[in-house]
């Protein structure tokens, strides 16, 4: 990655933000997000060859709205405004943004102006787009032009050569607009003259650099998953310091069925790390003994995990730092100063604040597909590479309510088949996660001429590519019909089985 062709993203709360790092990214251009209310010299120590704007709830013209400082439209980075950010360089250069009697939310058509239009260049009009506000701009700024118009919006985009500012009122970085990767292309080469220099070769070279100047001589442990995170993140470090990391596999009795010895026989003395057990089961189910809250599950486990590592670090040479797989997604639920806490991961919130380690985190600014690509350049074995995503927490939080043994080992067979028959008819890996849930509901049935009453089990299966959003798969009617029979006959305590349509938002991929 050059230095010299960076992106600033501004976050200023928008549900989107993390997607148009996502679509800056897909064009091989690096990108970080920062609180929008960044100091000069912080811009100026990033040295962006452009910054752009995220959208946001907020309006511009109410008391305490996030706003940013004015050496963002001074004219010496080109800026694009995505919606609240269009907005705040309108108000903040004396345009007109106030409360629109018509809002508009979800797709509509964009009718473009100017055939001129650097920023809408190559795009039919009218353009399906994604609306989402409350507020319009009636009045430009000075010396911009109206590039777009929309059925209620008469300003929906504009531009001003001379300053390099551009602003729209839609969301080019969703898939609903249609021209979202054409207006991005746009303003990264043609406007910003961005060279696409970044990928995940100079990913490794850099992290591998920034790692061996972090820890030095010292030693590491890395909280070791058997998931593709935690894997890629060990071989970075181990790149980066090779010996002195210990990766320690905890297996927390919350697993999925045989994994603890799947995991061991994929890791132990293989790809050059250094992997030690630790059985720790009957401990983290005693914590967790009476506990329902998906939150207290959570952060218990995390503790626990931190204590664990503690004590098993002092038998390998003392090791300060703590590696973990901890991903862009994973910071962005958990809650940052512009984003709501969705919940807490366990490898974020869930830390203790007494904790004696120092992190090393060298995936936390990418997303799932990223790591993936980096496990592959780093001769991580295809099978781990594409391996299910799976919770730090584990089975905790899909046994709803109190987690016990029982209710542990029924959900693992249930799984098992979840699993097994999804695998089989997914051979093109479009389904990206798949698993059950006992939601903790009995329902009445009839087996065996008898009446029964027993429990419910729920099956979900998304595809995503980066874990922010997902869609529900839409599994053959057979594939659904065989899960559910095999469930029901093969796991003693079933008698009916759900399939969860929801997709994210409006819900997340976990059930807790």
């Known amino acids: 990655m050059s230095e010299k062709n960076k992106v600033l993203i501004l976050d200023f709360g928008g549900q989107y933000s993390q997607l148009i790092a996502r679509r800056v990214r897909e064009n091989k251009v690096y990108c970080e997000i920062k609180p929008y209310d960044i100091s000069p010299q912080e811009i100026e120590d990033f040295n962006p060859k452009a910054i752009i704007l995220s959208g946001g709830p907020a309006s511009v013209y ?4 996030p706003d940013c400082n004015n050496i963002i439209f001074s004219g010496k980075w080109p800026v694009l405004g995505i919606c609240y950010g269009m907005q705040l360089m309108v108000h903040k250069l004396k345009g007109k943004v106030q ?3 018509s809002r508009e939310y979800g797709v509509m058509d964009l009718k473009i102006l100017q055939e001129q ?3 809408l260049k190559d795009i039919s009009s ?11 701009i009636p009045i430009p700024p000075a010396n911009f032009k109206v590039t777009a118009t929309s059925k209620n919006t008469p300003t929906a985009a504009i531009e001003s050569d001379e300053k390099q500012l551009y602003g729209i009122q839609f969301h080019p970085e969703v898939v609903h607009s249609e021209c979202g990767k054409t207006v991005i292309k746009n303003f990264l080469f043609e406007i910003a003259g961005i060279l696409p220099d970044w990928n995940m070769d100079s990913f490794i070279e850099e992290t ?12 590491a442990v890395c909280g070791l998953s058997g998931g593709v995170d935690s894997a890629v993140a060990a071989l970075l470090v181990h790149k980066a310091i090779g010996d002195n990391l210990t990766c320690i596999f905890v297996d927390h009795g919350l697993l999925r069925l045989n994994e603890a010895e799947e995991v061991m026989e994929a890791f132990e003395g293989k790809l050059g790390l250094n992997v030690i057990k630790v059985d720790a089961g009957e401990h983290f189910l005693s914590r967790l003994k009476g506990v329902i809250d998906p939150e207290r599950k959570r952060k218990i486990i995390g503790n626990e995990f931190i204590n664990i590592f503690e004590k098993e670090a002092a038998k390998y040479g003392e090791g300060e730092f703590l590696v973990q797989g901890t991903l862009y997604p994973d910071i962005v639920e958990s809650g940052t100063k512009t984003a709501t806490t969705i919940k807490t991961h366990h490898n974020v919130g869930g830390l203790p604040e007494d904790m004696t380690f120092k992190l090393c985190e060298p995936l936390k600014e990418l997303f799932k597909d990223e790591v993936r690509e980096v496990g592959r350049k780093l001769g991580l074995p295809e099978h781990l590479v594409n391996r299910q995503p799976f919770p730090g927490p584990g089975m905790a939080i899909r046994v709803m309510g109190e987690v016990n043994e029982d209710r542990l080992n029924l959900l693992r067979k249930a799984d098992a088949i979840v699993r097994k028959e999804i695998k089989a008819y997914d051979k093109e890996n479009k389904v990206w996660q798949y698993f059950a849930v006992l939601p903790g509901s009995y329902s009445v049935g009839v087996m065996g001429d008898d009446r029964t009453y027993q429990q419910v089990v729920a099956v979900r299966a998304v595809g995503s590519e980066d874990g922010m959003t997902a869609s529900w798969s839409h599994l053959p009617y057979e594939v659904l019909d065989k899960i559910s029979q095999r469930i029901v006959n093969e796991v003693d305590g079933v008698n009916r089985v759900v399939y969860d349509i929801t997709s994210k938002p409006p819900g997340t991929i976990e059930w807790e």
């Open 62 to 65: 109410k008391e305490g709205a």
């Open 126 to 136: 009218p353009t399906k787009v994604l609306m989402s506000h409350s507020d319009f």
């Open 208 to 219: 591998v650099k920034n790692i061996s100047k972090q820890i030095g001589n010292k030693k």
């Open 99 to 101: 409360r629109a009697e």
């Open 117 to 119: 239009s650097k920023l």
